[in-house]
């Protein structure tokens, strides 16, 4: 990857979705702080694909979760589309959190007792404009795939049918924690087809956090997190498909 001033494509010159502006993130035991954050600035942009990479304790899932509504800061702030949501009361994280952020996980948290579709339906009827169920499902190519319960379905399907869950709210983000992490090398290509496929064609701005810098390529950027820091962002003048990555 070769270090850029701005993003491929004209991204940087989108509209910034989400920013970020002085982020830290304190815990407290005692009287011992650990620093998740330490005053951490990112502008998230319309229609990319940003991966985020970085050793263990970081701060990248912190980050991720204060995006997506489910943690605040200590300080800072973060604005969605002008509106700062770190000024929000819980009611209001929540409405963000349903309305404009999907989310998908290491694990996928499926109801085992509901098929692929039922499990998709569920955020559907929750949603001010969601696509329907047999659509998102299709988009990840489950369409074969609706009536199978999880434990039918191997793990990268149950990933793809969380990502489906995810997208069917039609969010203006996708926010992905190591949503290969469980999965081998081929299976989570497959996953990763299907999030690229969601951010070209639904133009969902998408973060994915990772530890394989590999799946960096398949990114407009590329953010290497140390220690609570952005220690450095590298634009790709192309992005690699998913299906060529290597691992």
Not at 70 to 87: A, C, E, H, K, Q
Not at 153 to 161: A, F, I, K, T, Y
Request: hydrophobic share 40%; charged share 20%.
């Amino acid at each position: 990857m070769t270090a850029l001033a701005t993003a491929p494509d004209g991204v940087a010159e989108r509209p910034a979705v989400l920013e970020a502006r002085g982020l830290t993130k304190v815990y407290r035991t005692g009287e011992v702080e650990v620093w998740a954050l330490r005053g951490v600035d990112l502008d998230l942009h319309q229609s990319e694909l940003v991966v985020l990479v970085g050793a263990s304790g970081s701060g990248k899932s912190t980050l991720l979760n204060i995006l997506g509504g489910l943690d605040t800061p200590t300080s800072g702030t973060v604005s969605f589309n002008g509106n700062r949501i770190t000024d929000h009361n819980e009611a209001a994280l929540t409405r963000y959190r349903r309305d404009h952020i999907g989310f998908v996980f290491q694990f996928y948290n499926l109801i085992p007792s509901l098929t692929a579709l039922e499990n998709v339906t569920l955020v559907t009827e929750i949603s001010p404009a969601p696509m329907a169920a047999t659509d998102a499902l299709a988009l990840v190519g489950l369409e074969e795939r609706l009536d199978h319960f999880p434990a039918q379905l191997s793990g990268g399907e149950q990933q793809r049918v969380a990502i489906a869950r995810a997208i069917a709210k039609r969010p203006d983000m996708l926010l992905c924690d190591e949503p290969t992490g469980a999965l081998d090398s081929e299976t989570g290509i497959l996953v990763l087809e299907a999030i690229e496929q969601v951010n070209r064609e639904l133009g969902t701005t998408t973060a994915l956090i990772t530890h394989n810098t590999t799946i960096g390529d398949m990114a407009d950027r590329v953010i290497r997190f140390g220690d609570g820091r952005i220690v450095e962002t590298t634009a790709n003048a192309h992005r690699r498909p998913a299906r060529e990555l290597v691992w």
